[in-house]
């Protein structure tokens, strides 16, 4: 009974790629991490963790930009653009107006609004990066 029972738990984390308590598997922390830490991790990469792994991906992200960890640009339009994807209000608005994620429409009480992480450039370059797949299809259309 204990065996089947480790058994179907085993086959369980390995289908969702997360243990039983919910957090991810090493395989998808490291995903996270490289998600979140490499210029070299791409859009769906990003999808995968805010949808397989949220709570561990927001985790982290918070926890950098709380210590002044510097993400590359890249990395901030493709989270940025996932969670708009995904449609995760939740995550765009920590992105955009939490003072602690830094963007674009916080206040400092001077009626200015600075962008320490998420500012209008990662804004406009995730919109860009989601429409890209119609403006290929509209290039390929005139050819």
Do not use: W
């Not at 210590?67 to 995760?88: E, Y």
């Amino acid at each position: 009974n204990t065996h089947h029972t480790l058994h179907i738990q085993t086959q369980m984390e390995s289908s969702t790629n997360t243990a039983m308590d919910g957090t991810p598997s090493p395989s998808l922390k490291e995903l996270v991490k490289k998600c979140l830490c490499d210029d070299n991790s791409v859009f769906t990469e990003h999808m995968r963790c805010q949808t397989e792994a949220r709570a561990a991906y927001v985790a982290m992200l918070k926890m950098m930009l709380k210590n002044g960890a510097d993400l590359t640009q890249g990395s901030k339009v493709r989270v940025l653009a996932a969670a708009l994807v995904r449609k995760d209000v939740e995550l765009v608005d920590f992105c955009l107006r939490d003072p602690a994620g830094g963007g674009l429409l916080v206040s400092y009480g001077d009626g200015v609004a600075k962008a320490d992480n998420f500012g209008l450039m990662e804004l406009v370059k995730a919109a860009k990066l989601l429409d890209s797949g119609r403006q290929l299809r509209a290039k390929t259309a005139r050819l």
